[in-house]
């Protein structure tokens, strides 16, 4: 149980144009799912929380208007990369946790986005 | 503001050797505590949460507040525990994780 799907796995695009990024979680709802970033060799870096409904809460030094998240569903955040430009290339990751399992419990992962702007 | 801090970026075992990895944190408050693995080529996946004070794949984790550390021990290491471990904490009321910059541990046959 507990699973977050996301996709795609890997997308390369050309620069200046824009990647969407989608969340889901399969089998539980998530009123709130977390978009994190991941540089190599580095840990990862919390961009932004999406809550259900509303809008995102951002990271400080996060660009709300570059890096779009809907979250239009309990079950489905996407985070969209506009105009990208390389230095957006990372590898993007999303989790939510399924509070229907008890407030202590771990969150839960997304297989990761490799994104490639060249 | 919260940190994880894990100051071994690489640490290489023998095969039946004990590990620990190191995790220190400073929060005020009373955190929630989390070891995540990430083994080559997955995702990120939980390990094992202070709060329950379980073992997992024998791997164990005391929150020690006041050396606030949250180390992950292992007694005999296997080949197959070879992974990128992060520490994560959780403040009180708040949804999000911190993680550390995560340690690299490789278990040499």
């Known amino acids: 149980g507990a699973v977050v799907s996301q996709h795609p796995s890997w997308v390369i695009c050309k620069s200046g144009t824009s990647v969407k990024i989608e969340c889901r979680s399969l089998?539980?709802?998530?009123?709130?799912m977390f978009w994190y970033r991941q540089f190599p060799k580095q840990s990862l870096m919390l961009m932004a929380t999406?809550?259900?409904?509303?809008?995102?809460?951002?990271e400080q030094g996060v660009e709300k208007d570059k890096f779009l998240i809907n979250h239009a569903s309990l079950t489905l955040s996407t985070l969209t990369v506009t105009s990208a430009h390389p230095e957006d290339s990372s590898f993007y990751i999303c989790?939510?946790?399924?509070?229907?399992?008890?407030?202590?419990?771990?969150?839960?992962f997304g297989s990761g986005t490799r994104l490639t702007v060249v | 503001a919260q940190r994880v801090t894990q100051p071994e970026k690489l640490l290489s075992v023998f095969k039946g050797a004990p590990v620990e990895l190191k995790c220190n944190y400073s929060?005020?408050?009373?955190?929630?505590l989390f070891w995540y693995v990430q083994y080559s080529r997955q995702r990120l996946q939980l390990l094992l949460r202070?709060?329950s004070r379980e073992s997992i794949k024998g791997f164990t984790a005391d929150l020690n507040k006041g050396e606030t550390s949250f180390h992950l021990k292992k007694p005999f290491a296997q080949e197959e525990d070879s992974a990128m471990y992060y520490c994560a904490l959780k403040k009180g009321s708040a949804r999000q994780l911190t993680f550390g910059s995560g340690t690299q541990l490789t278990v040499l046959p």
């Open positions: 989790s939510a946790r399924d509070i229907g399992r008890g407030e202590h419990y771990g969150y839960t």
């Open positions: 089998d539980f709802q998530a009123t709130t």
């Open positions: 202070h709060i």
């Open positions: 929060y005020s408050g009373s955190p929630e």
């Open positions: 999406s809550n259900e409904g509303s809008k995102a809460t951002y």
